[in-house]
């Protein structure tokens, strides 16, 4: 089987380092700079501080053509961390987990509720480290895009599921 798209370069994993009630700070701050009657350079530079925590994400980038992976930090646009070598692939495996998220309505006595499932794809390796790829809340889409890396890869296919982990055909 030939996949259907180009599945070499991954960004899996993008996660904010600040938690959302600092985050709700600092654009409390950010306003109060921006409105302040005075406009100098530490309130641009404190501006521009701001910004760049809020944009503050950690991740897992993998480059399958060059058989390689990073954990970055990024900042605005800027992406840091070391390249490192990629053991050879052995197989790929699906994992789900429950993502559950509370939100609440203001000025109204309602909480909202949502029950997600996670799907992770996971490139295993003969080394010591396993490589997250991707991860997605669309059943379909990931199914999909791990069948076409396992063919591309030439290798097995599992699931890890509530039956412990079986391999997909």
Do not use: C
């Not at 399958?64 to 990024?74: A, E, F, I, P, V």
């Not at 699931?159 to 391999?167: P, Q, V, Y």
Request: zero cysteines; a positive charge; proline letters at 4%.
């Amino acid at each position: 089987m030939i996949p259907t798209k180009d599945y070499t370069f991954f960004n899996a994993r993008k996660e904010s380092i600040v938690t959302p009630h600092l985050k709700v700070l600092i654009v409390i701050f950010i306003i109060g700079a921006v409105f302040s009657n005075e406009v100098t350079f530490f309130s641009v530079a404190f501006i521009v501080i701001l910004l760049g925590l809020l944009s503050l994400q950690t991740g897992v980038q993998t480059d399958l053509s060059h058989s390689r992976y990073r954990d970055y930090t990024r900042v605005f646009f800027i992406y840091t961390g070391k390249w490192k070598p990629l053991a050879e692939p052995e197989s790929i495996l699906i994992s789900k987990r429950p993502v559950r998220a509370w939100g609440a309505l203001p000025g109204m006595n309602v909480s909202i509720k949502n029950n997600s499932i996670k799907y992770m794809i996971d490139l295993i390796t003969n080394g010591d480290r396993d490589v997250l790829i991707a991860t997605s809340f669309n059943r379909e889409e990931t199914y999909q895009m791990a069948k076409d890396i396992a063919a591309m890869l030439n290798v097995r296919l599992f699931e890890n599921g509530a039956a412990g982990t079986i391999e997909l055909k």
